[in-house]
């Protein structure tokens, strides 16, 4: 006889001792209360490339003048707003368009998917992810995020009017970072294969369009990276070398396991078998969010700045985040699961919260990254003493006042994310306790 176990987003709300309203209201509020806290507490900045992005902006809107440099001109577009109302807002852009693109993708699927769901997975985007780096800069990868990762819960919705938005939301991320072309290209590919439909090549022609469009108007088809890198040697083997010089297969293997970059580490949640349990249209957007992560990992693996420069964390694949905080929130719900994948999901939602306190409370990376033109930053790529998420331990780091607030805030998350999750592991392990005959049998003197 086969047994169907119940979907995660399909389970009662009343299976929670904190059932409807009550549970909404809380989940909602420690959702805003993540939000404020990287509002108050990061140091928002426009620094790095970020800044060659505003320069780029104010030009064109203040001046009218199209400033050639490597980076995309389609994401900051929509910063305009805020530039014209005071230059300093542009550090909170990220963090404004992720909000707002996590409402929208919200909206668009709470007809279709259990609402429960939604807002654990929101909570753990909030609370339990390496969210706030990608929300404290105004680099690119948040609006790519933002359009080509949550684009793809309006694509695969049930509305016209929201497949139209997503798959625009789509073009727009895509072309604001012309990496994200072979995502959006694999994505395509694997959506036009599944609904058996040549329309679903438009998108990438019109992101295609796009870059070429704003490389032809902005750069005249020039390189706009010649002389843009001078690159440290180092005593790694393939270090000071340029473009995609760094082997295939080290970089894989760097970019899943290194300790202070690997996705295995600052996106625990995708050890998480999550296909089982979600339904349409939540599994078709997690299934392309993998498709895309994939293309971001095969891209970059080969690029010999793979480890995204000095950021903390893994800067070119923080759409991981998506795929990662749907599949631990559906493990969470999860009221089916075996007592060792329960221990795993603990496990996971653990390492999940200490990698958010982490990103906000202890920001700062080794210094080490950075001595003598970056001579030992391999140690920070590669080392766990040096690793950002474990070096407070080693420099025995103390927050600072307002940071302690964060730290309350976390253990107060994971309290609530874990409290079901405990009496089900509870409840198993009170089943499958063994009597004392059972472990005294067999034994002889």
Known sequence: MTTTLPRADALPPALHPLAGRARAAVEIALMLGGVAGWAAVLHHEVGGD?????????ALVRHGELVNNPYSLIGPLFAAPLLAIDDRLLAYYNMIIFVLGAVAAYLALRRQVAPELLRTAGLVLAGASVAAPAVANFYGEMFTLVGLGLGMTGAVAGTRAARLIGWSAAVLGAANSIAALPALALTVAVWAVLRRRWRYAVPLVAAVALVLLESLVRRAGADPYAGTNH???T???YSGRGGFSYPVFFGV????FSFGKGLVWYFPGLLLPAWHRLADPLRQAYRLWLVQLLAFVLLYAGWWSWYGGLYWGPR??????????????A???DEAASLRANLATLAVTLLSCWVATAAVVFPELPTTCTDNYYQLEFLCHFTPEFSALWHPFVAGARPRTGQYLVLAYEVVVFG???APLLRRITAQVRDHRPTAA?????WRW
């Not at 059972?438 to 067999?442: K, M, V, W, Y």
């Open 331 to 333: 493990a969470l719900r």
């Open 231 to 233: 690159i440290a040697r």
């Open 416 to 418: 609530w994310l874990v």
């Open 253 to 256: 293997l760097a970019i899943l």
């Open 438 to 442: 059972a472990l005294t049998r067999g």
């Open 235 to 237: 005593v790694m083997p």
């Open 50 to 58: 970020g800044a060659d992005r505003a320069a780029a902006l104010s």
């Open 316 to 329: 070119f694949f923080v759409l991981g985040i998506l795929p990662a905080s749907v599949a631990l929130a």
